[in-house]
């Protein structure tokens, strides 16, 4: 059973840095484009980021773009989404997804709040 | 960026009966390569993650019921629902994977007459 479970979620104050994790399992992790979408709560989908199987491509939205890293440990089938420079708008539930001819699998989600 | 624009944003439809909802893409999302439109939809249910329904526009995925399909070409798409039935409630959202950044429609709300 294909299974993704984001940590890492929490409250942070604006300016500091926070760091996502996403445990993949169930398929062979190292295959798969993976991405991370974010949701405000009661709001729409947004997507974040996106990294090639091998961890050599990236991409951002320009939201994020300086702000945020994606990177991927296919040894240890974990995604991570490193945050810093955190805003109030970046407040969401981040979900992470795995791509396969549209996003066929998502993660239950990890809420992140940036609150002083 | 592709702008997806769905509409209505939100929809009131009896049980049994036909729900549409459209989703028109800025540019197209047809590649010439394959001739595929890379257009999905998504169910999403309150307190959890959107669910996967329809790829490449029309294609069902997997344990889908077939009451959901999908069609369109180029910029415009729809999901038709049949025949309404009660755990049918949820946001639906259609989503372009053609090029980044991948976007998102708003969202239609689908709710029981």
């Known amino acids: 059973e294909v299974q993704l479970v984001e940590s890492g979620g929490g409250l942070v104050q604006p300016g500091g840095s926070l760091r996502l994790s996403c445990a993949a399992s169930?398929?062979?992790?190292?295959?798969?484009?993976m991405h991370w979408v974010r949701q405000v709560p009661g709001k729409g989908l947004v997507w974040v980021s996106r990294?090639?199987?091998?961890?050599?491509?990236?991409h951002y939205a320009d939201s994020v773009k300086g702000r945020c890293t994606i990177s991927r440990d296919n040894a240890k089938n974990t995604l991570h989404l490193q945050m810093n420079s955190l805003r109030a708008e970046d407040t969401a539930v981040y979900y992470c997804?795995?791509?396969?001819?549209?996003?066929?699998?998502w993660g239950q989600g990890a809420l992140v709040t940036v609150s002083s | 960026d592709i702008v997806m624009t769905q509409s209505p944003d939100s929809l009131a439809v009896s049980l049994g009966e036909r729900a549409t909802i459209n989703c028109k893409s800025s540019?197209?999302?047809?590649?010439?390569?394959?001739?595929?439109?890379?257009l999905g939809w998504f169910q999403q249910k309150p307190g959890q993650p959107p669910r996967l329904l329809i790829y490449?526009?029309?294609t069902r995925e997997s344990g889908v019921p077939d009451r959901f399909s999908g069609s369109g070409s180029g910029t415009d798409f729809t999901l038709t629902i049949s025949s309404l039935q009660a755990e049918d409630v949820a946001v639906y959202y259609c989503?372009?994977?053609?090029?980044?950044?991948?976007?998102f429609g708003q969202g239609t709300k689908l709710e029981i007459k």
């Open positions: 997804v795995r791509d396969l001819d549209g996003y066929n699998y």
């Open positions: 169930g398929f062979t992790f190292s295959k798969y484009i």
């Open positions: 990294i090639d199987n091998d961890g050599s491509t990236t």
């Open positions: 540019q197209s999302v047809l590649h010439s390569s394959n001739n595929k439109n890379y």
């Open positions: 490449w526009a029309s």
């Open positions: 989503h372009q994977y053609y090029s980044i950044p991948h976007t």
